[in-house]
């Protein structure tokens, strides 16, 4: 056991969860980033690819609108830029959705291996087989979850309709939906159950202990939200000088090759960091879940203090 290990399988309260989190935060950050990007690479690039469409596209229509024709090659190209909007929103969705189906798998399976091997050097290669073995039930996984978003989103318009107190509503049910979907994945690969199993032992633990789930995560969404903006905080100024610029010297943006780049890469890189803040989250979920299971079961505790009993 490394003197730095940070156990998890401990029962703690509201404080002690949020504390211990920036604890495993600080302590991983380092080496997560290095599997997120080294299984990540296919993934990054279909990001700067999709970002060029959707920018091209955006770019085109703005063009349209003010005067401009970046498409100048007569009538036939005018609609061009429909053409990079479709196809780009299109390859953002599949893309998309492909980071959050591996990326839930490797912050959870990063997070097991953590508790498995107690150290904070987990290998890559670890972590990669350990979700890999999981990925028929981590593809079921996703396509449940369509109905279940599917279920939120119709109460999620009805409580908007209710003044005030449906707002609040919104946001109550909409986190103890992060906490049961992320508890429920944890469960899930961590004792290698089914899909059904571990969504009703997800909704035991985060139901029996409501109010501590929807803190948590309301708590950790705040401050992760804050701690991402502040990561966009130098491109974003970047993008708004260019962007002053192009406005106050009226730079013909639709022919600009600097105008494309600069927003694509702004594009992308506002992408990536929200792949990466959705990491981030399940690691929220990932404490939580053994300070619940923790809290349930007691299994760490009774192990500790049989081998007490043994060592006596």
Known sequence: MKDNYIPLRVNRDF???VSVYFDFFKQNIKNFTNVFISYNGVFLIGLLITSYLLVSGFMGMIAQESGYNSFGGGNEFEQDYYIYLGIGGFL??????????????????????YVETRDNTVE?????????????NIFVFVLLLIPIYF??????????????????AQYIVQFFLTAW????????LEN??????????????????FWKSVGVNFIMGLLLGMLLIIALIVPGIIIGVYTFHVVEN???????????????????????????????????????????????????TRATIEQIGQNE
């Open 15 to 17: 404080g002690g969860i």
């Open 92 to 113: 953002f969705v599949i893309i998309f959705l492909g980071i959050a189906f591996l990326n839930y798998s490797l912050s959870t399976s990063y997070l097991i291996k």
């Open 124 to 136: 890559k290669k670890e972590v990669w087989e350990l979700a890999k073995s999981q990925f028929g």
């Open 151 to 168: 279920v939120f989103i119709i109460a999620a318009i009805i409580l908007a309709i209710i003044p005030i107190l449906g707002i609040f």
């Open 181 to 188: 979907v992320g508890v429920s994945f944890f469960d899930m």
């Open 192 to 209: 290698k159950k089914g899909v059904t199993e571990a969504l009703g032992e997800g909704w035991k633990l985060v139901t029996t202990n």
């Open 250 to 300: 009226n730079v013909d943006y639709s022919h600009s090759i600097v105008s494309t780049i600069v927003y694509t890469l702004g594009t992308c890189i506002v992408l990536i960091i929200a792949v990466y803040g959705q990491c981030l989250t399940q690691f929220v979920n990932g404490v939580l879940y053994y300070a619940l299971h923790e809290k349930t079961y007691n299994e760490n």
